[in-house]
């Protein structure tokens, strides 16, 4: 089992610019989670799905899509880049709701810095 | 809007000793409650889970639970420097019925040898 992969590790982009941070997980988990966690910060998060084909926002989904086609991945796309989007971003997996188990996986982070 | 409040620190503990992190949660209804290491640069990792009230022991942490105060602690027995890193308390998050979870700050913790 890999866990839960993200790339990539490190990007730098340029204000209006977009891109895909990729997430997989190969652990057969309906419940994924995408948060950012700025310097000095907890983590907030973006967006999350329960399952394929079922996305909903969380607290800061401004700015973000996902979008969900198979069990295993959760991509997080960046739609005009903007300075403020300036963080580390770490994808999640768990068995059951997050907020109800322990059998839950982050993901090893991409830094994402927008110039 | 759930709030989870932690001094940030630092907190500074000789090694062999026992570490002590508070956490309050603002919202009555929560239910269960997450302490997660994260060292620097890595990503967080589940420690201690804990939904009923009291203690909750495993290895040398334990979970403190007091909801009619709304308060979770996490103690750290016989510290070591490898526990050095921030701890991150986590309640479930329910804006608008989301699932995922809210998170405090943190807690810097530093072990001295």
């Known amino acids: 089992n890999a866990g839960v992969t993200q790339t990539p590790k490190f990007r730098i982009l340029k204000i209006g610019q977009s891109m895909t941070l990729q997430c997989t997980q190969d652990?057969?988990?309906?419940?994924m989670y995408w948060y950012r966690q700025d310097p000095g910060m907890g983590l907030k998060l973006i967006y999350y799905?329960?399952?394929?084909?079922?996305?909903d926002k969380g607290e800061v989904p401004n700015g973000y899509n996902v979008s969900r086609s198979t069990t295993e991945d959760f991509p997080l796309r960046l739609e005009l880049a903007a300075p403020s989007q300036t963080s580390v971003y770490f994808c999640?997996?768990?068995?059951?709701?997050?907020?109800?188990?322990?059998?839950?996986?982050f993901g090893p982070g991409t830094r994402l810095t927008v110039l | 809007q759930k709030e989870v409040e932690q001094n940030s620190g630092p907190l500074s503990v000789p090694e062999g000793a026992i570490a002590s992190l508070n956490c309050t949660y603002s919202?009555?209804?929560?239910?269960?409650f997450f302490w997660y290491r994260q060292y620097s640069g890595k990503s967080p990792e589940l420690i201690m889970f804990?939904?009923?009230?009291g203690d909750k022991e495993d290895g040398r942490f334990t979970a403190q639970l007091n909801k009619a105060s709304q308060y979770v602690s996490l103690l750290i027995r016989d510290s070591q420097p490898s526990d050095s890193a921030t701890y991150l308390c986590?309640?479930?998050?329910?804006?608008?019925?989301?699932?995922?979870?809210?998170f405090g700050k943190g807690t810097h913790l530093i072990i001295q040898p």
């Open positions: 919202d009555r209804g929560s239910q269960s």
């Open positions: 804990i939904y009923s009230n």
């Open positions: 652990m057969n988990h309906n419940y």
């Open positions: 799905s329960v399952g394929a084909g079922i996305t």
């Open positions: 986590a309640v479930p998050y329910s804006g608008g019925g989301a699932d995922g979870l809210t």
């Open positions: 999640a997996s768990s068995y059951l709701r997050q907020g109800s188990t322990d059998t839950q996986y």
